[in-house]
């Protein structure tokens, strides 16, 4: 049985806009606010993430978005998510851009079951906050994991909306990660 995991980077206020700053957002770019202990010990997790990943999960921007930083590249981090399966989520995406993916258009927690049924693991969500609005609002996620940047923004696109339900959540891990930054492991807890 496959299980839907969030895995994004966020501020400490919860901000996840635009991170490299490429965007135009006037508080983008927080992402490079943190020395390279801290760069080296997030991709190290990240790599890991990556390689014990059944799948990615994806909107159409952030297929395209990490189609343009890693179809490029070579190593074993980027020659696992550039073969690992795809699954975009969009109405509007003609042909995904990066390799290995299928396209999901139907209802989204009708898609998101079949896929937890047909993928044995981590079906690993990055980026893509419209979909993790989506994914949260029809309680879909089942775990959460936070790379917290010592940034506090004020401002900007947050990782749940307003209109986002309380959820339970149990805490699985607290790490330090690097010098400044945090890693934090949460599941998501149903009522039985």
Known sequence: ???I????NASLDG???DPTGEEGFRFGGWFAKVGDNDRQ??????AEEAISAKALLLGRLSDEWFARRWLGRTG????RLNSMPKYILSSTLGTPKWGNSTM????LAGEIKRLKREVNGDIVVI????LVHALWAQDLADELRLKVFPVVLGGGRRLFGEAADMKGMVRVKVEALGDSLSYLVYER???A
């Not at 999901?104 to 209802?107: M, T």
């Not at 980026?127 to 419209?130: F, H, Y």
């Open 76 to 79: 074993p981090w980027a020659d």
């Open 41 to 46: 010990a997030w991709a190290r997790l990240g």
């Open 189 to 191: 807890v149903r009522d």
């Open 15 to 17: 901000v996840v806009q």
């Open 104 to 107: 999901l258009r139907g209802e």
């Open 1 to 3: 049985m496959g299980k």
């Open 127 to 130: 980026g893509s906050v419209e």
């Open 5 to 8: 995991v969030i895995s994004e």
